[in-house]
């Protein structure tokens, strides 16, 4: 079997007497999107910092791309190529969608060192971040501040950004909320091409989006995992059933 | 060079600051030479800050530290030179504007490595006040040293050298002032315009996105912060050379407020605000000192205004809101 | 060195700390109610000393100069806050910080319009006069001894204010959640000029009681201010309880600090730069403190426990 990218074993994290990660273990393997479903509470966002590196588990380990990042900062985590977005877009509200993947190109570079060359006079890295914009349906709007784009629009920044850090997974947290119908479609769409580019740990509550695009689904109920398997196997275990999707499978 | 609006008041501001000094040495009025010399310096100190807080968003209560840091490095050095008894470990002094300048971006440097090491750990209103607590603890220790001079500051009893300018003249020492002012401002121009100011930026807007791109904030922080204490260090010197005296006020928190406040005046991260804001300080304690004994009430009241109203300073005003690009 | 000499220096220190309490527990709590950093705390101080004084020469009573102290500040808080404070609850910290500056030169440059450049002086009341005998030898001024007392009483005030009355629910309730408390129909904008009100009273309070001992002039609340804000870095940023065992921590460490220093200093260096030395380490000392406090806890000792 083919080594996962991302490993998760046993994870516990305890908020005083509230144990929001109980033990949990799952994995991401290439080529595949993961989806992580769960009731509100579960403990989803709190596994997903855990893995980006903003909370520090209690126990447990996290592997990604062979290592150990548990002892990691957000930034090293990042570096080795975990790409993550946000529920509430976190972009640079003052520059423009352009100067945000600049801003990604020039760290997956390496190259924030640099004091002397004016960046927008930087063709190569223009050039890079252009090409990551016009991937995303973005090209129109490269000039404009972050902060005048439309909901939809920054998710396709945040995506734009991780993509030009040639992320190894991405990490992505409910990107459908707050999109429309037709936003939902065009995004499960890209999505469906971008689990090319590297494997998807998608968490999300839209469950149409996460039945048509899964590989595996892992489900999360009080900060455990209560089953994992495919589309198929989810719909029908009788715990899930119960537990979480009620009359929609 | 696109001629927008913001440039071209940034063309006046500078041809402002020249010509005013060059007309009152015409006109035989030194003093005003030596007011646009303090215009420049202060201008030069403010410009540092603008580093840290303009374009970082750090808000450092502290940078008088660094701005008192170089003063006493001209004065200490220039009055080693003068009594012949080494500094520190054989060293001797000098009385070399260059060397000095040198000696004082070094160590505004080198504390504002250990100080922002420190501070940038916290952040928000704890920043604020540990920035302010080290200077106040650089402001003791510089008041409490009795060999500098303590409470009444340190002299310097012939204004330090440079080579080829006879310095001591008004006019010459504003032009040494004003052209490193000029390289300060064009300095600030090309750090906030390269890939270190975008992260530096960027950082400011919002560090969780900085992180996410595998970016760590702190140290594009720490490293602005530390150009930005060196800038205000050279500051500090020529400041201690134009006075040709060191004062512990040079190191109090009213000195970081002062700094602060000039930054506001002129508009915040702007490229020229800080000559614009110490133009118009510089102009308000001349001018309504002329008036009044009061005349700090007026300048907190003005403050005050335009802290509520006037959130731009005077080239947000002149020029309209700032493009990012 | 002897016992006595020392329990006088650790009874200064307690009286320091009392004094810092009471302008670090109002700076505190403007911070954690309001969300404000507020400098101009130093100018309140120095109005309730200034208004002690004036008053107290006028009417000849230490005690009406008391309560004229707490009046004035308050009112100057409750004015401040509604002509001021007020529009700066939405801004970030930089125009806080930079508008209360403004609120500095204007009250010093106004106080000493007022009452012109030379300090004023306040005696201390006949009944507070005199000194007990402390264990050891040593005689501590019974003023000192009241001062200590007031402040602890204040703290007992302010604990009971606090968890036990309306006021003190609403005032922890505006420390946790701001908006919340504004959905639930507590009257914001009148719990915040209380709440200022209150701060400057306590600050007011200590200017007056300190006025008796130190000279009252210009600038008084300065360095006091400063070292309210390396109080609450240490205490934590919106805790009494940090605040009171931060004030008492930076009153003793100051105060035997400076009188310690300079004598252990004699077992590193010759004894004719002993002094200088200490001296200038002693004044270091606090920031050493909150330095080395603030690297092991960068929010300090009881952060609060939300973002």
Known sequence: MVEPILQISNLVKNFGALRATDGVTLDLRPGEIHALIGPNGAGKSTLIHQICGTLRQDSGSIRFAGQDVGGLSVAERA???LGRTFQVSSIAPEFSALRNVMLAAQAKEGSSFRFFKPVMRDQGL?????????RVGLTERARIPAAELSHGERRQLEIAMALALQSKAFLLDEPMAGMGPEGSKALTRFLDTLRQEAPILLVEHDMDAVFALADRI??????????????DEIRRDPTVRSAYLGDHG | MILTRENLINLILAAALLAIPLIANAAGQPFYITLATRVAILALAATGLNLALGVGGLVSFGHAAFFGIGGYVAGILASHSFSGEPVLFGLSGTNQMWIIWLVAMALAGVVGLAIGAISLRTSGVYFIMITLAFAQMVYYFAVSWPAYGGEDGLSILVRNQFPGVMTMVPMNFFLICYVILLVGIALFAVIRASRFGAALQAARQNEVRVATVGIQPYRIRLTGFVLSAMITGLAGA???????????SMLSWHMSGELIVLIILGGTGRLFGPLAGAALYVAFEYALGGITERWQFFLGLILLLVVLFARGGLVGLLAGKAKHG | MTIALALEQLLNGIQLGVMLFLMAAGLTLIFGVMGLINLAHGSLYMVGAFACAAVAAWTGSFWIGLVASLVAAAAAGAIVELAVIRRLYDRDHLDQVLATFALILMFSEGTRWLFGSFPLYLDIPPLLQGAVALPGGTEYPVYR?????AGALVAFGLYMLISRTRLGMRIRAGESDREMIGALGVDIRTLYTVVFALG??????????????QSVQVGMGEPVLILAFVVIVIGGIGSIKGALLGALLVGVTDTMGRFLLPKLMVLFVPPAQAGAIGGAVASMLIYIVMAIILAVKPRGLFPPAHA
């Open chain 1, 79 to 81: 570096r080795l190529g």
């Open chain 2, 238 to 248: 020529l400041f201690a050379d134009l006075n040709r005296f060191v004062s512990p």
């Open chain 3, 145 to 149: 001894l009241a001062i200590i007392a």
């Open chain 3, 200 to 213: 400057a009273a306590l600050a007011g309070f200590a200017g007056a009681m300190v006025g008796a001992i």
């Open chain 1, 126 to 134: 223009i050039d890079k971040a252009m090409a990551m914009l016009e």
């Open chain 1, 218 to 231: 892992s489900v999360l109920v009080y900060g455990r995992v209560i089953a994992t398997g495919t589309v």
